[in-house]
């Protein structure tokens, strides 16, 4: 699978495929988060990036995170495996990503996740959630964890 896309800027944010820092055939997928201008209505709260939409079902059940880091740290920030999704919250399947990232113009952090798996390039989706606003996913794809290629994901 091709991936070109590694940036993609929607509702006040920029998040962006870090390919330098990543290793997909180690399972290792980084990313930049970063606020846009005009500044935002409400910090970012958290943010999911989506894993395998190609064979959501095969990421359920087989495929594990190994670690999580952000940079810079910060007290409380974690990450899970979400294999469904919770009411009101952004509609992918995914790792969630819980980190407040301030709203004011050209805050940024960076995020890594680590599979137990090695995985594809492929285009996912990505998505967040700010305050008490509507959940948003991103119009355009970007560079991320796909399962096409991984024996047993049809």
Known sequence: MVCTNTTTTFNGYT???????????QGLFCYSVQSATPMNQNNLSNWVLEVCPDCP???REFIN?????????????NCEKRTQVPPNQVPLIGVVFNYNLGRQPNNSATFCVEFDTP???GEV???FKAGNQNPFVS???IC????S???GCP
């Open 57 to 59: 079902d095969f990421f």
């Open 125 to 127: 989706r990505v998505g």
């Open 144 to 147: 991320g964890p796909v399962c």
């Open 139 to 141: 119009p355009t794809t």
């Open 119 to 121: 995985m594809e390039l």
């Open 149 to 151: 290629g991984i024996k």
């Open 65 to 77: 995170i190994e670690e999580c880091t952000f940079s810079p740290a910060q007290t409380g920030a």
């Open 15 to 25: 998040f962006t495929y870090l390919a330098a820092q990543s290793d997909p055939a």
